[in-house]
């Protein structure tokens, strides 16, 4: 069965780092998107990604964040300078074939721990 | 920002019995319901879902309830089983956005 990959596992970085997140979607998915959860909170969407552009992002999503698709099977995101508040599980999902789906399929998520 | 909300933060159940977790909503626009399930170390898992346009959808030992008028949904399992111990999240979907609005999640422990 096709699956949402993503990697590293699990990533520590140093304050002010730049970290790089990488998935690669269900290959004849269309919509891409970010989401994370803080530890002992509630998951929470970060950036929605269609057609080579973002189509929705949250308030969470500054300018520290960038989504992109570099070719045809990764999806990446990159914290430019990493804050301690930035520790989470990051997780990828992707949908849609031919059209939006609201069932997204999620990756295993990658653990970012910043020091 | 508490759009969605699961109130029980767990619930245990006996093997074989029904297993009910419940979910609310405040935001009117929400039109699609989606329950995961997550396993320590894993992503959620997408397990069942609504259509606003719907009040029942069922699927195995699976069945979801939707009252529009309260904002209420449930998630009913039947009969449980052991592999069921997990958390489980309800989410919610508003028309034209893309992002799923999570819950907080409920852990479910089967009992043998």
């Known amino acids: 069965e096709p699956e949402v990959t993503q990697t590293p596992s699990h990533q520590v970085t140093q304050m002010g780092q730049e970290v790089i997140l990488r998935c690669v979607p269900i290959s004849n998915h269309l919509y891409f998107y970010w989401y994370r959860q803080i530890l002992g909170q509630k998951v929470e969407f970060l950036v929605s990604?269609?057609?080579?552009?973002?189509?929705?992002k949250s308030e969470i999503f500054d300018d520290q964040f960038s989504v992109e698709r570099p070719d045809g099977s990764n999806f990446t995101l990159k914290i430019r300078s990493t804050k301690l508040e930035d520790s989470a599980m990051y997780f990828c999902a992707s949908t849609g074939t031919s059209g939006l789906s609201y069932e997204q399929y999620f990756g295993p998520g990658t653990r970012l721990t910043v020091t | 920002d508490q759009q969605v909300k699961q109130n029980s933060p767990s619930l245990s159940v006996q093997e074989g019995r029904i297993s009910i977790l419940n979910c609310d909503y405040t935001?009117?626009?929400?039109?699609?319901f989606l329950w995961y399930k997550k396993y320590p170390a894993e992503g959620p898992t997408f397990l069942i879902s609504i259509s606003s346009i719907k009040d029942k959808n069922e699927d195995g030992r699976f069945t979801v309830f939707l009252n529009k008028s309260a904002k209420h949904l449930s998630l009913h399992i039947v009969p449980s089983q052991p592999g069921d111990s997990a958390v489980y999240f309800c989410?919610?979907?508003?028309?034209?956005?893309?992002?799923?609005?999570f819950g907080q999640g409920t852990r479910l422990t089967i009992n043998p």
């Open positions: 989410a919610a979907s508003a028309q034209g956005a893309q992002k799923l609005v």
């Open positions: 990604f269609y057609n080579n552009e973002i189509s929705e």
């Open positions: 935001n009117s626009m929400f039109d699609y």
